[in-house]
């Protein structure tokens, strides 16, 4: 059975930094485009980052291009997210996905394989 699960989260201070890690396992998702999304309280769950199979192509959501940075490391089957000069308001669960087109999309209903989430607490 596939599965993605998420690792790195925790509490840290505005300005520090966090690595995120996605392991997948039960399947090869090295062809998959990889995404990274966020869902903070009451919110809707926002896409924040994509990379395609190859590694060579990336997206990012506007808040936070220029400040995370979305790898993949196919033969460990892991997504990383590095996230720097985090904000309170980077403050969320976040959340690991893989969709099986070749395109990244930022609609998480395009999204075939979602993980449980890791908590991100950015405190000011």
């Known amino acids: 059975q596939a599965q993605l699960v998420e690792s790195g989260g925790g509490l840290v201070q505005a300005g520090d930094s966090l690595r995120l890690s996605c392991a997948a396992s039960?399947?090869?998702?090295?062809?998959?485009?990889m995404g990274w999304f966020r869902q903070a309280p009451g919110k809707e769950r926002d896409f924040v980052a994509g990379?395609?199979?190859?590694?060579?192509?990336?997206y990012y959501a506007d808040f936070v291009r220029g400040r995370f940075t979305i790898s993949r490391d196919n033969a460990k089957n892991t997504v990383y997210l590095q996230m720097n000069s985090l904000k309170p308001e980077d403050t969320a669960v976040y959340y690991c996905?893989?969709?099986?087109?070749?395109?990244?999309?930022?609609?998480?209903?395009?999204?075939?394989?979602w993980g449980q989430g890791t908590q991100v607490t950015v405190s000011s």
């Open positions: 039960g399947r090869t998702f090295s062809t998959y485009v």
């Open positions: 990379i395609k199979w190859t590694g060579d192509s990336t």
């Open positions: 996905a893989a969709d099986a087109s070749r395109y990244i999309a930022t609609l998480k209903g395009n999204y075939d394989y």
